[in-house]
């Protein structure tokens, strides 16, 4: 865990300025590398979808250790284990799927603090440099750390007033195509209507004092989405941005445009 790297990441948000990143997917740490020696404000290391094992992760956030880069490990679901595993390794929070209830949400931070105030295990990892500074580290680590749930159903998004009363919730990412899918648009970005609700629920959450974030699918995208009011913008996805650069490039070349061969 980076506490000034948080802090510094919380002071942009307290003065509403837009933290920007991207989500790794990709196994090689060089692509967190570049990340970080770019100077973008976070990185989601996407632990639910993709190959990516617990060995990658912990050489993803290797290579944030000492930066001023926010990483974050997305779980494969609302885990215990999950949670305490990715704190554990150094992540400076948890980035925690689905979540349609402010029990669930309750839950979650509870697993990312150590007690009295939660029910995570104090261990001799990465996180307290191998025992070296745990008192240290479990003295300030409930008060940095960072838990953001992601809205992605219709379910969820009628339980977002109550999800902004809870204690240690500050940040909310949002998921545009199982939002969709949750209300019966499968396969898109962004349903019929679905681009309006996010936009509304935006506005419950920056009305309580929260922020929220989302993926920007193109640069004009990104500028829209900082004018809407979200403020951890997401510039895309690692793969995502190598084949939105290499189609940019290949057009630029004249080539037609590409498509994937058959395997």
């Known amino acids: 865990m980076k506490p000034t790297a948080i ?10 300025e837009p933290v920007l990143g991207f ?17 973008l404000d976070w990185v989601i290391v996407d632990a639910e979808h993709g190959q990516l094992d617990w060995k990658e992760i912990a050489e993803h ?7 001023q880069t926010v990483a974050l490990v997305r779980l494969a679901e609302l885990n215990g284990g999950l949670i305490k595993r990715a704190l554990d390794l150094g992540a400076d929070g948890v980035v925690i799927p689905w ?43 409930n008060q940095h750390v960072l838990v953001v ?12 007033p109550e999800m902004c009363q809870v204690d240690g919730s500050e940040l909310f990412y949002f998921g545009p195509a199982d939002y969709s899918s949750s209300a ?12 309006e609700e996010i936009v509304r629920l935006l506005g419950t959450l ?10 920007g699918t193109s640069h004009e995208d990104l500028q829209r989405r900082i004018t809407q ?20 490039a290949l057009a630029a070349a004249g080539r037609a445009e590409p498509r994937f061969l058959p395997e």
């Not at 956030?61 to 930066?67: E, F, P, Q, Y």
């Not at 697993?111 to 104090?122: M, Q, S």
């Open 7 to 16: 802090q510094a990441l919380r002071r942009k948000l307290a003065a509403d």
């Open 23 to 39: 989500w790794v997917t990709l196994e090689s740490p060089s692509i967190t590398e570049i990340a970080v020696g770019l100077g």
């Open 61 to 67: 956030l290797r290579t944030t250790a000492r930066s």
């Open 99 to 141: 979540v349609e209830t402010a029990d669930q949400l309750r839950e979650a931070i509870s697993w990312a603090r150590y007690p009295l105030e939660g029910r995570r295990g104090i261990g001799g990892e990465r996180a307290t440099a191998w025992g070296l500074r745990l008192a240290e580290h479990t003295a300030e680590a």
């Open 149 to 160: 749930p992601i809205i992605e159903s219709v379910r969820a998004a009628a339980a977002v």
């Open 184 to 195: 019966g648009f499968r396969g898109q970005w962004e349903g019929p209507g679905i681009a």
């Open 206 to 215: 920056r009305a309580a004092g929260k922020h929220a974030g989302v993926i």
């Open 229 to 248: 009011g979200f403020r951890m913008v997401g510039l895309g996805m690692d793969a995502g941005l190598l084949i939105r650069s290499l189609k940019g």
